[in-house]
């Protein structure tokens, strides 16, 4: 399939409901993306649902909407699906249940994974003692530095005492937009830097479990409370997450020209239905 040139508001009577991803679709660093507000107003207009999918485990639903909200964005917290609320349902499947967790991320990626069930720290609080859990949520609200220095020490230092740590990153995300012409490494370059360090003392040592886009879960989620025969319109910027993520969850995706640009030779994975220079 060669994807196709669009407009999205062009795009609005053909699907029965629309995914968005937030970052570099909705908003980014600086503000809102244009045609952002043009195009909730038009999907509104037209009577059909929608849900923020995003991979941002560093807000809760709540404090999302309420970021929308001050860009001029209508969006409810119920209609805010996150990669942070992927969290309890891994710790359930993976017995963590009750694990000392060091969290790098903000406040609210803490309260996700304290709700979820873990005995939450702080890279300040780590001091010598034994985690049993490492999750990267976000790059923000932690010493960046001395957080990704303290998460690697204590996974070297379980691994070199015979134990296993959990590795999760709930944000499989590599970079994210700052504003226009300016990127940011997040979560998913956090892990990729800590699963490296870890395996050059432990070559053997697995991996992250990566929750967000583009596994099925978040999708699966976020179709929970849409009606389950609606032809869905993914529009994401990332073709590794959000297009691959539609993709492999059977629905439709357009992309937005931003952290991606799209090429002749993408993996069949990556292709999107529709190409979009914003939501217009």
């Known amino acids: 399939m060669v994807p196709a040139p669009a407009r999205f508001l062009d795009l609005v009577d053909r699907y029965d409901g629309f995914l968005f991803d937030a970052y570099g679709v909705l908003v980014d660093a600086g503000g809102v993306c244009p045609g952002a507000v043009g195009a909730i107003a038009a999907v509104r207009t037209a009577g059909k649902p929608l849900r923020v999918v995003t ?19 209508p969006i409810a917290a119920d209609e805010v699906v996150t990669s942070g609320q992927l969290i309890a349902g891994h710790v359930a499947t993976a017995g963590l249940a009750g694990a000392r967790a060091l969290v790098l991320g903000t406040d609210d990626a803490r309260a996700y994974a304290a709700a979820a069930g873990l005995k939450t720290i702080t890279p300040a609080s780590l001091g010598d003692g034994d985690v049993d859990a490492i999750l990267t949520c976000d790059d923000a609200g932690f010493a960046l530095l001395e957080g990704i220095n303290a998460a690697l020490t204590a996974a070297v230092r379980a691994l070199d005492h015979g134990r296993t740590v959990a590795l999760v990153c709930p944000n499989p995300d590599l970079t994210y937009p700052r504003g ?10 956090l892990a990729m830097i800590l699963e490296a360090g870890i395996r050059r003392r ?3 040592a697995p991996g992250f479990a990566y929750l967000g886009k583009p596994a099925p879960a978040i999708f699966e989620l976020a ?10 319109l993914m529009v994401g910027d990332q073709l590794e997450t959000d297009i691959a993520g539609a993709g492999g969850a059977g629905l439709d995706a357009a992309l937005v020209t931003g952290i991606s640009r799209w090429r002749d030779g993408e993996p069949a994975a990556h292709v999107p239905r529709w190409l979009l220079d914003d939501l217009t």
């Open 180 to 189: 226009p012409g300016a990127l940011g490494f997040t979560a998913g370059a």
């Open 202 to 204: 432990h070559p053997g």
């Open 223 to 232: 179709r929970t409370s849409l009606p389950p025969a609606a032809r869905l």
């Open 55 to 73: 991979n941002d485990a560093s807000r809760s639903p709540q404090n999302a909407a309420a970021r929308f909200a001050r860009v001029g964005l």
